[in-house]
T-cell receptor, first 112, second 110 residues
Framework: DQQVKQNSPSLSVQEGRISILNCDYTNSMFDYFLWYKKYPAEGPTFLISISSIKDKNEDGRFTVFLNKSAKHLSLHIVPSQPGDSAVYFCAALSNSGYALNFGKGTSLLVTP | SQTIHQWPATLVQPVGSPLSLECTVEGTSNPNLYWYRQAAGRGLQLLFYSVGIGQISSEVPQNLSASRPQDRQFILSSKKLLLSDSGFYLC?????????FGQGTRLTVV
């Protein structure tokens, strides 16, 4: 069963605007969340993370928000750039888990 | 700094043939090692993970197996490939919450 869900398979945003990628999870034991970015034919690369003790983490143009009560997190990219076009994976980990649980990914296209 | 090597980058194999994908990590000791597969519509699916030499845990029943003969070497194998084994295979290592991925192997079974 999919414990981490990214319900939007794709998203198209104009350059300069905000991109918002959403992620929901079902396992209340998850306490650490990450976003990975993946280009075609390459391995995913770590983008940003957030611990369950926080509700926001910001790194440059990227901000991740966590709403524990709703079991929801989102990644905001502002301003979006064409180089941000990639597949974004949400991932989660519990403190007793060995491996990340990934969502199916959202393909972001930033158009000039 | 730590690096992870995975090869080959692409592979085309006939149905029923064996498979061996190799992954090695440099610059760290006793890492947790993982094999993931990215299949269409399935996202990144964990296949195997290992917390030490000879210690392999399988997440899903399948036609594949994994081995860890050395601390920083992780091998994904199959005795007889199926068409459904086609996909993008990723090796990763981690020591805390994060995972660091190799470049991946695109396997096409024909």
């Amino acid at each position: 069963d999919q414990q981490v869900k990214q319900n939007s398979p794709s998203l198209s945003v104009q350059e300069g605007r905000i991109s918002i990628l959403n992620c929901d999870y079902t396992n209340s034991m998850f306490d650490y969340f990450l976003w990975y970015k993946k280009y075609p034919a390459e391995g995913p690369t770590f983008l940003i993370s957030i611990s369950s003790i926080k509700d926001k983490n910001e790194d440059g143009r990227f901000t991740v928000f966590l709403n524990k009560s709703a079991k929801h997190l989102s990644l905001h990219i502002v301003p979006s750039q064409p180089g941000d076009s990639a597949v974004y994976f949400c991932a989660a980990l519990s403190n007793s888990g060995y491996a990340l649980n990934f969502g199916k990914g959202t393909s972001l296209l930033v158009t000039p | 700094s730590q690096t992870i090597h995975q090869w080959p980058a692409t592979l085309v194999q006939p149905v029923g043939s064996p498979l061996s994908l190799e992954c090695t990590v440099e610059g760290t000791s006793n890492p947790n090692l993982y094999w993931y597969r990215q299949a269409a519509g399935r996202g990144l699916q964990l296949l195997f993970y290992s917390v030490g030499i000879g210690q392999i845990s399988s997440e899903v029943p399948q036609n594949l197996s994994a081995s860890r003969p050395q601390d920083r070497q992780f091998i994904l194998s199959s005795k007889k490939l199926l068409l459904s084994d086609s996909g993008f295979y990723l090796c990763a290592w981690g020591q805390a919450a994060e995972a660091f991925f190799g470049q991946g192997t695109r396997l096409t079974v024909v």
